[in-house]
């Protein structure tokens, strides 16, 4: 039969627009969480982290917010750039010890 | 800084073949993952060294797998017989040991088994 690959979301932005990248996590014992970026051909890269102790921490053009409650993570890029574009993932570390657990990902496209 | 090397970067063989992969961590690190990428599964975790001890291996999909990390400096991830279906990119990972410190990715190895 056919086989058939993840189905990646895919975020299509204008070049200078904001970026929302989501990610619902899976273990409420998760207390450290990591957004990756993928390029073509590349290994992940790190971007950002977060610990459960804050829901929000702002890196360089990045943002990334935490919420518990609902067990959901987001990354933020501000004026989104042709580099970003990539495959985003969320990775949670399951409460417990340096082991990741990584989400499916998001396919970011920036248009020009 | 180098950063993790892997090699080789790509490696062609026929079903039935051994494989070997290999992994230099980034030095001081003392954590070292070892992951396969597919279309078809995304990002899975192998097998994962704490100070070059096997600490999770459930990841490892069968027998056909092994991996070792004879020293701080060093993994292998074998496959032997080799099958199409292991065709994938393998990524090897390291970080220092302790909760919630970010993975250094390597390169990886892109493996086609004929």
């Known amino acids: 039969g056919e086989s058939v690959g993840l189905h990646l979301p895919t975020l299509s932005v204008q070049e200078g627009d904001n970026s929302i990248i989501n990610c619902a996590y899976s273990n409420s014992a998760s207390d450290y969480f990591i957004w990756y970026k993928q390029e073509s051909g590349k290994g992940p890269q790190f971007i950002i982290d977060i610990r459960s102790n804050m829901d929000k921490r702002q890196g360089q053009r990045v943002t990334v917010l935490l919420n518990k409650t609902v067990k959901h993570l987001s990354l933020q890029i501000a004026a989104t750039q042709p580099g970003d574009s990539a495959v985003y993932f969320c990775a949670e570390n399951g409460g417990g010890g340096n082991k990741l657990t990584f989400g499916t990902g998001t396919q970011l496209k920036v248009e020009l | 800084d180098a950063g993790v090397i892997q090699s080789p970067r790509h490696e062609v063989t026929e079903m039935g073949q051994e494989v070997t992969l290999r992994c230099k961590p980034i030095s001081g690190h003392n954590s070292l993952f070892w992951y396969r990428q597919t279309m078809m599964r995304g990002l899975e975790l192998l097998i994962y060294?704490?100070?070059?001890?096997?600490?999770?291996d459930s990841g490892m999909p069968e027998d056909r797998f092994s991996a070792k990390m004879p020293n701080a400096s060093f993994s292998t991830l074998k496959i032997q017989p080799s099958e199409p279906r292991d065709s994938a990119v393998y990524f090897c990972a390291s970080s220092p040991f302790g909760v919630g410190n970010e993975q250094f990715f390597g390169p990886g190895t892109r493996l086609t088994v004929l």
């Open positions: 060294f704490n100070n070059n001890v096997p600490i999770d």
